[in-house]
Structure formats: structure tokens, C-alpha cells
């Protein structure tokens, strides 16, 4: 448990309270204590008959973990088969009832398999550290492959499904520390009520000279359960610690894949000698499933006999008791044709998947063609062939693995129903076989599905890798790459070009109308001519309007304005123009126009909304220049109120523009509104042993003797807390918010004055405590042992 990690406990009033530490060193001291006793001798152990503090390890002798484990795990059994006694509950105290005695057996055995798991999983961790070791030093030595490039493409798809693998596996590991933290942070919030249950029960032993059995029966049990509930949290810190080693060998893992991937990568190849590989490997397999084929047609008759003799059995019993259609015997000869019925089912459901298998697996070979296609083809047409091949046959896959998983979860929830039914039946009810047939024909269709669910679920997981590394450019040449790029970059370029923005009816001789589209591109060139006219327009009224001023003496904002007014009529004229020239009616931009009358609206409502709350601040009062402000930690004096936004200026000089909407909307903290007095606060420190009745005096007087600080409300000087390295006074002062007052410079000053007068008076402020005092009821005793002779082989 690092640093980073402790947490601050506060000191209970109770005199077994610890010093103020993190909590989970605090929870393992404890932990140290209740595992060296026997969990069912606590009430006669006299270090628990009154409440004290569970003492530490000593440090020159460190607790061997694995031995205290296994300590208290004998001991916690050796209590629970006292409890699990017959005579148990006969010798029960006064007072504890049988329900009790259940409990206290069940927390023993839970902390027991707690115990049990705890050690474990320390086993675990030896082997996982081990592993993780080994992982960092395969990452840190590899330099390269054993063989020459170029590599082959199987390598790239080996190495790729190895990494999904881990990657899959640091997921699952991600998952699992994230369940187990929660897990151990709700147990860390039970053990205080535990601690306190523990000590409220040692609090009743403590209050009378002679302790009851059943007073010590209930401190016994509080502390079995304070100490389960420890031994829980230990044991998932020990857990955690596993999966994290865990996660970091799989991410090492990981990462030499990922370095080995990016070296075939690199340099790889597609050879005659891996299609030939793969075609083998393909015909194998299709041979391999074709023989299980073959195995389940043979077993069909014998199938269909044993359900023709369960449907004879069944008709020879509902014939013989017409009157009673529904004995046990017809019932289990019901079950019988069912459950042969049902193996007829899954050989014939066996023999069709296995068949749609056996075809499957001849898609990786023409896939793997496909992808030789893509890697070597020069023409973007065959490419695109090919990668329309490896989508086509992607999809097929997709719906297979979509197909197998719901015919799986039907089946799954079949056998959960059967479990259900088999649950309320005897072994020895004749039921029980038939239903135990039926049982075994689901496990087969289970595991038959399955199969194939796998099969088609890791084919196209490499088919989509394929995919997505094609479309990444990870299989292309360079001069591929190149030219497929600008063959789609200008077919992307006249798509756009050719986009129909809009439609308009045009009227024909004939009465009649044709529909046209305006193309992106006839607007692009619509807006090139606009603006170069425009642009010519506003050089030559500029000119125009120097001669203007110069000759006719005309007046400079008369000349601007003019010429405004001017380039504004040039605008609409050129608009119309331009639509005239282009043939492009008015009536095409009507959606243009709704479209902006919106964007008005939405644009407006931002700065209708800031005006009229500056109207109401400036109203209100409530804010105004020169006020000092705080908006969410942004402070300063407001200079301006403007109608839309106000200027905050901070105290670094820094200028702000809030909007007025702001002082309405959020919470703002006016530091002058009604006056301009704020109370300040001065922690001092100063070493225990100081009387506090020395301290008060010497700090009002510091604080009474600044000329800036006011007199009235007076200054109060309060001893505010013990804390770990001394005593806390705190000097509360009050300041007024002016031009010639800073709040920093005070707070110094008076610092200044404590120092000097703390040094005159002979007052100590304290430093970081290093010592770490010992208490033992005996004096220690201190061995000095002369150190070996040194010889030549240590001085080596």
C-alpha cells in the first residue's frame, strides 16, 4: 500500500482509538492482532477483556504473512468443529440463542475458505510474478525473427490473433480490479460499525468484575466478525495485487506482439508455397469435420429405432388404461419418447451444421486469395472486386455466428428449464433417467453450437482485421495507395461538385414545366463572380471616394457613409446580375432565406437575452462599478456595465468581459454590497507544552498593534484544534476593502510581528516530527555481535 493511497481517520472518543493514520494500515495492524488469537478463545484472552489499541509488528521482526495466515486458518477450524460439535448447542450460555450459534458457525466458516482462498492466491502471486518476469525479459531481449525477410502472411495473422487474445484477456483483467475495488471499498465502510460492535461488547466485559459466559460469548462472536470482515479485505488486496501483476504480463505480452507485428509488417509476403499451406490446412479440416459427419448419419438408425421402440412402449400403456391417461408409468414412457425423439433431433441438427461447417471451411481460401488480390493487384477495379469478395464473405459468417448464438441461447435456456424440472425429482424416480437422457441430448446440441459458433466467430473476426487493414492502407503498395487516393480524391471532388443544392420548375412553350437542379458548382462560381465584382466595386468606390474629399471638399464620415450606402445598392445589383447571368430564378434561395430568418432568430436571442439582464442589473443595484466580485473563482472590481457584457478587472489587471446574463443565471458572491469589512483568518502553530494562556495574549497584541486592521468588530484570538505537530490557534481579523488595504501584505505583517515576539518569549513553532517514540513495559536489551572476519572471496 503506497502513500498515495492512505486515508485520513478521525480520532474517536474511546480509549482503544488509534493515532490518526491512513485506515488501511490502521485496518491491517488490527488484522495482526485478531489473527494471532483463536477465533473462539477471545473471551479468555485477557488483551480483549477491556478495550485497547491492537499493537504493531515490531519493526527488527517482520510478520511472515504466510505463516500468520496459516496459523489462523487452524485455529479458525479448530473453533468451528468445537461449534459444529453435537453437544455445541446443549452448552450453549444463558441467553445466546441457537440462532446465534448458526451465525457465529457460519462467519468461522467463512473465514475459513477466506482464509483458505487468501492463501491461495499467494501461491498465485509467486507464479504471476514469476511469469510477469519472464514476459519483461522475452520483451526486452527479442531483437528480430529467427528467419530471413520478406515474412510470411501467416506470421502477420498468428501474431494478430495472439494479440486479440490478450487484448480480450487485459479487458476481462480491467473489469475484474474495477468489481473487486468496489468490492473492498464497501467493506472497508463496514468495519467501523464492526469495530464498534466489537467494542460495545468489550465495554459490557470491562463493566463488571466478573465476566458472564454470555458476555463473553458476544465479545467472542463481535470479534469473529470484525475479523472476517478484516480478513475479506485483506484477501482482496492480495487479490487485486494478482490480477494487476496479471494485467501488467499480458500488456508485456501485448507489447512484443505489437513490436513483432510492426517488424513482419514492415517486410511480409504472400507466397505460392502459404496459399498451397492453406489450402491443405482447409482440406484437412473439411475432412476431419466430413468423418463426424459420417458419424452422426450412422447413429440416426439407431436413433430412430430407439424412438420407435419408446413410441410402441408408450402406445402399449395409454392402450392398456384407457380410463387413465396419466399414470407414472405412461408419464416416464411420455419422457423416454421425448428424450429419444430429442437425440433424434440433434443428430440430424449435428449432421446439418457439421455439413454447413464443412463448407465454411473453404471460405479462408478463397478469402486468403482475395487478400492476395488486394496486396498485388495493380488495377483498383480488380482490388475493389476482391475486397467486395472478402465483405461478401464476411457477411455470410456474420450470419451464421448471429444464427448459432440465438439457436445457443434457446438451447441454454432449454437446459435451464430441465434443471428446474429435474430439481423437485428423487434419484430414484423413474423420471429421473429420461430426463437425464434429455439432459445429454442438450449438452450435445450445446456443444455442437458452440463449435460452430466459434468457427465462424474467429473467421470473421480475421476477415474484418483483413478488412479494416486494407482500408487502412496497410496492404496496398505505394504505388497503389498513390493512385487510388487521387482516383477517389477527384471522384469525391465531382460528387460534390455535381451535389443538387436545390430544384425549380421552369415553364415550357407548351404550358408545361421542366424540373431543373442547381448544382454546388453553379453556386461555387455564382459566388467567385459576386465576389471579384464586388471586390473591383469597392476599389473603385474607394478612389472614388478620396476624390470626393479632396475635390469636392466633402466631409470624411459624409464620404464613408455615402459610399455605404453606395456598395450596398452595388451588392443587390450584383446579386441580381449574377443571377440573371446564371439563369438561376429567385425563387431557388426562398429556402435560403427561411433558413436565414432562423439563424437571426438563434443568433439574436443570445444578445436580446444579455441586454435585458443588463438592463435589470443595472435596475437591481444590486451589482455596481467599483463593486468587488467573485464569479466561480474569477474575482476583480466591475469598471463598466454595458448593455451587453460587463468589464471585470482583476487584481493582476487583467480585464474580463462577462456577459450580463451571467449575474443573473449563476451565483455571485458581492464582497461590498452593503459594506466593505471582511473577516480574515491566521493560522499559527506552536509546539505542545506552550501555555495557551501565554500564546493569546502575545497574538492579540501583534494583531491589535497593525494600523489596518479594525478595532471594531475587535480582533479574537480562539485555540482551534490539536493537531499532530502542535497546537492551532487561529486569529480572526477584520479588514476593509480599499485601495490602500491588501489583504496579503497585512496577513504578512502580522506574521512578521508573531515571529519577533514568539522569539522574544521564548515560543517555539514546531518542525516535522521524525521521531518515532517506543513504550515497553520492560527496559530493551541491546546485543552487540562483532561482524565475520572479512576473507578473500568476500572481499571479491
Not at 452595388?570 to 443571377?579: E, H, P, Q, S
Amino acid at each position: 500500500m503506497t502513500a498515495s493511497n492512505w486515508k485520513r481517520m478521525p480520532v474517536a472518543k474511546s480509549e482503544t482509538c488509534f493515532p490518526v493514520m491512513p485506515s488501511r494500515l490502521r485496518y491491517l495492524l488490527l488484522a495482526a492482532a485478531f489473527l494471532t488469537f483463536s477465533p473462539h478463545s477471545v473471551a479468555q484472552v485477557p488483551l480483549l477483556t477491556k478495550k485497547t489499541a491492537s499493537p504493531s509488528p515490531k519493526a527488527d521482526a517482520p510478520v511472515d504473512t504466510g505463516d500468520r495466515l496459516k496459523k489462523a486458518l487452524a485455529d479458525t477450524r479448530n473453533a468451528l468443529a468445537k461449534l459444529n460439535d453435537a453437544d455445541a448447542e446443549v452448552h450453549l450460555p444463558e441467553g445466546i440463542t441457537p440462532a446465534a450459534l448458526a451465525d457465529r458457525r457460519q462467519d468461522l466458516d467463512q473465514l475459513a475458505r477466506t482464509l483458505s482462498r487468501h492463501l491461495s492466491q499467494m501461491e498465485a502471486r509467486v507464479q504471476a510474478e514469476t511469469e510477469l518476469n519472464s514476459a519483461r525479459a522475452a520483451f526486452a531481449s527479442w531483437g528480430g525473427f529467427d528467419e530471413k525477410p520478406p515474412y510470411s502472411i501467416l506470421l502477420i495473422d498468428d501474431l494478430a490473433n495472439r494479440q486479440e487474445l490478450l487484448n480480450a484477456k487485459k479487458e476481462s483483467f480491467q473489469s475484474s480490479i474495477s468489481l473487486f475495488q468496489r468490492t473492498l471499498d464497501g467493506i472497508e465502510k463496514e468495519l467501523p460499525a464492526a469495530e464498534a460492535e466489537k467494542n460495545k461488547t468489550l465495554d459490557l466485559l470491562s463493566q463488571t468484575e466478573t465476566a458472564t459466559p454470555a458476555a463473553k460469548w458476544q465479545a467472542d462472536a463481535a470479534a469473529t466478525k470484525y475479523q472476517l470482515l478484516f480478513s475479506r479485505a485483506e484477501a482482496i488486496q492480495s487479490n487485486l495485487q494478482l490480477l494487476k501483476t496479471q494485467l501488467a504480463t499480458t500488456t508485456t505480452q501485448s507489447n512484443l506482439l505489437e513490436k513483432q507485428l510492426r517488424t513482419a509488417r514492415s517486410n511480409s509476403r504472400f507466397s505460392d508455397a502459404d496459399y498451397q499451406k492453406l489450402l491443405k490446412i482447409a482440406s484437412d479440416r473439411q475432412a476431419a469435420i466430413h468423418k463426424l459427419v459420417i458419424a452422426a448419419e450412422n447413429k440416426k438408425p439407431d436413433a430412430q429405432n430407439a424412438k420407435n421402440r419408446a413410441r410402441i412402449n408408450l402406445d402399449k400403456l395409454v392402450a392398456a388404461s384407457p380410463d387413465t391417461p396419466s399414470t407414472p408409468e405412461i408419464e416416464t414412457a411420455r419422457l423416454t419418447l421425448t428424450a429419444a425423439d430429442m437425440k433424434l433431433d440433434v443428430l440430424q441438427m449435428t449432421s446439418e451444421t457439421l455439413t454447413g461447417l464443412e463448407g465454411i471451411e473453404s471460405y479462408p481460401a478463397s478469402a486468403y486469395k482475395s487478400r492476395r488480390t488486394l496486396s498485388e493487384a495493380s488495377s483498383k477495379a480488380e482490388r475493389d472486386a476482391a475486397m467486395q469478395s472478402l465483405i461478401s464473405i464476411r457477411d455470410r459468417l456474420n450470419a451464421w455466428e448471429v444464427v448459432s448464438s440465438n439457436e445457443l441461447a434457446a438451447v441454454t435456456a432449454d437446459l435451464g428449464q430441465l434443471a428446474n424440472t429435474t430439481a423437485a425429482i428423487p434419484t430414484d424416480d423413474p423420471r429421473a433417467k429420461p430426463l437425464a437422457d434429455q439432459r445429454e441430448a442438450l449438452w450435445d446440441k450445446q456443444t455442437i453450437l458452440q463449435r460452430a459458433n466459434q468457427s465462424t466467430s474467429s473467421l470473421r473476426k480475421n476477415f474484418d482485421r483483413w478488412i479494416n487493414d486494407y482500408s487502412k492502407g496497410q496492404t496496398k503498395s505505394v504505388g497503389a495507395w498513390v493512385t487510388d487516393s487521387f482516383s477517389d480524391s477527384w471522384a469525391l471532388i465531382t460528387k460534390v461538385w455535381q451535389f443538387n443544392v436545390a430544384h425549380y420548375d421552369v415553364s415550357t412553350f407548351d404550358g408545361g414545366t421542366i424540373t431543373k437542379g442547381v448544382q454546388l458548382g453553379t453556386v461555387i462560381k455564382a459566388l467567385l463572380f459576386f465576389g471579384i465584382a464586388y471586390y473591383i466595386a469597392a476599389r473603385v468606390s474607394r478612389r472614388l471616394q478620396g476624390i470626393l474629399i479632396r475635390r469636392v471638399h466633402i466631409g470624411e464620415a459624409q464620404a464613408s457613409t455615402m459610399r455605404n450606402w453606395v456598395m450596398i445598392l452595388v451588392g443587390v445589383g450584383l446579386a441580381i446580375a449574377t443571377l440573371n447571368f446564371l439563369s438561376i430564378p429567385l425563387t431557388v434561395f426562398a429556402f435560403f432565406g427561411g433558413a436565414l430568418a432562423i439563424g437571426l432568430g438563434f443568433g439574436t436571442q443570445t444578445l436580446i437575452k444579455n441586454f435585458i439582464s443588463g438592463i435589470i442589473v443595472l435596475f437591481e443595484r444590486k451589482i455596481r462599478v467599483g463593486d468587488i466580485i467573485d464569479l466561480g473563482g474569477l474575482s476583480g472590481t466591475i469598471t463598466e456595465i454595458n448593455t451587453r457584457s460587463s468589464v471585470l478587472r482583476g487584481g493582476d489587471g487583467k480585464e474580463t468581459l462577462v456577459p450580463n446574463s451571467v449575474f443573473l443565471e449563476n451565483r455571485i458572491t458581492n464582497l461590498t454590497l452593503t459594506n466593505r469589512r471582511v473577516r480574515k483568518l491566521l493560522p499559527i502553530r506552536v509546539e505542545y507544552g506552550t501555555s495557551p494562556q501565554k500564546v493569546i495574549p502575545i497574538l492579540t497584541e501583534c494583531v491589535e498593534r497593525h494600523g489596518l486592521v479594525l478595532k471594531e468588530p475587535a480582533p479574537i484570538v480562539t485555540l482551534e484544534d490539536f493537531a499532530d505537530a502542535g497546537l492551532i490557534f487561529g486569529i480572526y481579523y477584520w479588514t476593509e476593502f480599499n485601495s490602500k488595504t491588501n489583504g496579503d501584505v497585512v496577513a504578512s505583517d502580522i506574521r512578521i510581528m508573531i515571529d519577533k515576539r514568539f522569539a522574544e518569549a521564548g515560543i517555539k513553532m514546531p518542525t516535522p516530527n521524525r521521531d518515532f517514540p517506543i513504550k515497553t513495559e520492560s527496559p530493551l536489551q541491546f546485543t552487540l555481535i562483532n561482524p565475520p572476519a572479512e576473507t578473500d572471496e568476500t572481499a571479491k
